[in-house]
């Protein structure tokens, strides 16, 4: 090589750097959401804001981002930016075959439902125990978009029907807790329900196994019995910190008989107790849910309790049972809060849930409808409603994983002729996979 040539290659190379560090320089963000109504409770901010991400995380949520620092900006005027909504009661445990089982073809697949209503983590409500929780893992957690978490059944055997689910032998606390220490990235608290006895004995193995792994336990309380009171469950039997689900479905007392809320839930509320919606197929009724609401008892959490049972009847997603507490009078704040930050702390998640600098870029851009809407109960009852939120978009990690109307993309006459793949991977989630090439040997 002349002296000459080494020269050209050597500025060359020099004209390369300054132009990547310059580049990179100029792009410090990979995406900004510009313009949006940015509703984050946990930060306190509720008002329009840029919000900057680099690396899958939040950068910055600032007044006036410039745009010439970011390498993809999306104009989100006029909409909702929130935390990406966290569901804390899913049954997921899909894909064994079992017919008739939570553990089995009950439960859902989570992406199907998840990034199209905003929601980033979900929870497992008990659809296993610890026997099957790695068969849970395997099949559904490890191959998930969506972040899903489990409460841990404290039935062995998980959600896998009566026979199982009544069996007082196969409620463990040690096991349980065993399990639940082994995997604390993924196992967030320990679930007691269905239980059609008299018994205390799955609540009180449920708080045993909760107290020696430090998580919450999330309570449906079964069949109602008068051998064990709600009262007793809510104000002596479980803990500070611990989760009442199906609240508003009047199967257990949770209104008096003068159409009160029973006194206990305040009672409760007062030393700590969580009261969270898990809808469900069967457990929200209007006529339990508009009184409490109008008192003032608001739950702490709003979640679905989704399965094939409340898939497409009252329930359908999360957002429409947030929409269900905007049609009650919450405003949206008081509903965001409710999906994002409140069950985050409640499952001792605080790393979620807010869009604070270094956070995860879980985050959900939202639309808020006006128009004439119906909600159903688990009855069949409607009520109506003038406003509703929909999802327009979904960032999982920073990356666009779900986009209704395609407010990230490009229109297809403004592009080269016979363009193919618009998206980047710095921001798109959603870039098909491609095609892998054979292996060696295999034709
Ligand atoms: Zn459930």
Avoid at 14 to 36: H, R, T, V
Avoid at 409 to 430: A, F, N
Wanted: hydrophobic share 40%.
């Amino acid at each position: 090589m002349t002296t000459s040539i080494k020269q050209t290659a050597f500025l060359l190379m020099l004209i390369a750097l300054f132009w990547m560090s310059n580049a990179s320089a100029q792009q410090k963000y990979d995406l900004l959401l510009k313009g949006g109504h940015v509703i984050d409770p946990k930060n306190k901010i509720s008002a329009v804001r840029d919000v900057a991400i680099a690396n899958g995380k939040v950068a910055t949520v600032a007044a006036n981002i410039d745009p010439a620092e970011a390498f993809k900006v999306v104009d989100v005027t006029g909409y909702y930016v929130t935390p990406g909504l966290i569901d804390i009661h899913v049954h997921v445990n899909a894909g064994t075959g079992e017919r008739g089982s939570y553990a089995g073809d009950n439960s859902v697949y989570p992406d199907g439902f998840t990034f199209r209503a905003g929601v980033t983590t979900v929870a497992d409500a008990g659809s296993a125990g610890w026997r099957n929780f790695e068969d849970f893992k395997q099949r559904v957690i490890d191959r998930s978009k969506t972040r899903v978490f489990a409460f841990l059944n404290i039935v062995g055997y998980g959600m896998r029907g009566p026979k199982f689910e009544q069996d007082l032998k196969d409620m463990e606390a040690k096991p349980a807790a065993e399990m639940a220490l082994r995997y604390p990235e993924l196992i967030v608290g320990i679930k007691t329900a269905h239980y059609a006895g008299p018994e205390w004995t799955p609540v009180e193995h449920a708080v045993e196994a909760g107290t020696i792994a430090k998580i919450p336990v999330m309570v449906d309380f079964g069949i109602n019995h008068a051998e064990r009171p709600l009262s007793e469950l809510v104000t002596k039997k479980l803990r500070p910190g611990d989760i009442y689900t199906h609240v508003y479905s009047g199967l257990r007392n949770e209104q008096d008989e003068s159409g009160q809320v029973n006194p206990s839930l305040w009672e409760a509320r007062k030393r700590g107790m969580i009261f969270d919606v898990g809808h469900g197929g069967g457990s929200f009724a209007w006529r339990i849910a508009v009184p409490a609401i109008k008192a003032g008892f608001l739950p702490d959490s709003i979640s679905t309790d989704l399965h094939i049972g409340s898939m497409n009847a009252g329930m359908k997603d999360m957002l429409n049972v947030m929409n269900k507490f905007l049609a009650m009078g919450l405003s949206t704040e008081d509903v965001i809060l409710r999906s994002t930050w409140n069950p985050a702390r409640e499952i001792h998640h605080e790393e979620l849930g807010h869009l604070s600098p270094g956070a995860g870029a879980d985050i959900t851009v939202l639309k808020l409808e006006k128009g004439n809407f119906g909600f159903v109960d688990m009855y069949g009852a409607r009520l109506r409603g003038t406003q509703k939120l929909t999802c327009e978009l979904t960032l999982r990690e920073g990356k666009v994983v779900y986009d209704l109307n395609g407010i990230t993309r490009p229109d297809w006459d403004k592009l080269p002729r016979g363009y193919k793949q618009t998206g980047d991977p710095r921001w798109d989630g959603v870039i098909p996979v491609r095609p892998v090439p054979p292996t060696k040997g295999s034709n």
